[in-house]
């Protein structure tokens, strides 16, 4: 499947109908719920939760990176449980194989034929724990899986769930026993975020909740695969105008004329930024995007794809402080906050 193929597929050719006052009054229901699960898990960490359910309503893929023992495994199994679907949890080592997150064809002597035993990737969900850790020829499995939703074993395609997501955490490069994800399995994540260190009063309150138990243990779904996809289908209904589609399009332009990155962001960048701001504006009880929206999920959605240039690296410029340089220099239509006063 084609990247147009991809845009069809989310409503991209063939419109799909458009959000009602109803209908995101329901989104709203669920996704409040969903939230606070999570963060009965996840203390003082509204806006990464957040994010991290606006990746799922966009149907993208979530990369959460930080140093080790800051809840990025704990935010993404809390993720998990709060929705009533497949879970798989996989555990990316160095020993780990292709065919152990995608599946292999066993002979079967009864019946003399060979079988196909489905892998880790086959679920709604699949937690990817420290996928820098694996091989990138293991990483490599998953490009096919996220990008067309479907795995191809023996030359036989499999399709897979819908939702579909892959929620990976990793550690920084500069962490022993960790390979830097190709760019091609970066692109395909729609964001990337950062949990960082709690707050004084939320690892306070942390020692309350985590002390005797998990609170994972208490966390109970609170929703089900066929409403996650339901709310999808809402998403896809929130109108993006013309100047904001231009917009998103000027944002991924400047990243590719940046004199400071010697790889800008892909068209798949963009489509990922006007999916996330459907979401965003979904959230906010909105059914049409602003330029505020795509402005917020610039860093998220782009820094991750970016390759700064060695200038840019002597100087200590991270990919985030480029892209939050060229927010402030691309110019926003000027009508866009026209509906919001209306």
Known sequence: MTVGETTERSGGTTAPAKADRS?????SDTTTRMRRAIEGVIEGKRETVRLAITVMLAEGHLLIED????????LAKALARSVDSSVRRVQFTPDLLPSDITGVSIYNQEQREFEFKP??????????????????KTQS????CMEERQVTVDGITYELAIPFMVVATQNPIEMEGTYPLPEAQRDRFMARISMGYPNEQAELQMLDTHGKSSP???LAPVADATEIARLIEIVRGIHVSDQV???AVDLVLATRRSNELRLGASPRATLHLVRAARAVAALDDRD????????GLAVAVLAHRLLPT?????????????????????????????????
């Open 245 to 247: 589609r231009r917009y």
């Open 310 to 342: 060695a200038e840019a690296q002597i100087g200590r410029r991270s990919t985030e402080d480029i892209v939050t340089d060229l927010v402030g220099q691309v110019p926003v239509p000027d009508d866009s906050r026209r509906r919001d006063r209306e």
């Open 141 to 144: 499995a998953l490009l096919e």
């Open 288 to 295: 049409y995007v602003l330029p505020d929206d795509v402005q």
């Open 67 to 74: 140093v080790p023992g800051v809840g990025k495994t704990m």
């Open 23 to 27: 209908q995101l009054a329901s989104l």
């Open 119 to 136: 892998g880790a990737i086959f679920a709604n969900i699949v937690v990817g724990d420290e996928i820098n850790r694996a091989s990138p």
């Open 216 to 218: 994972l243990d208490d």
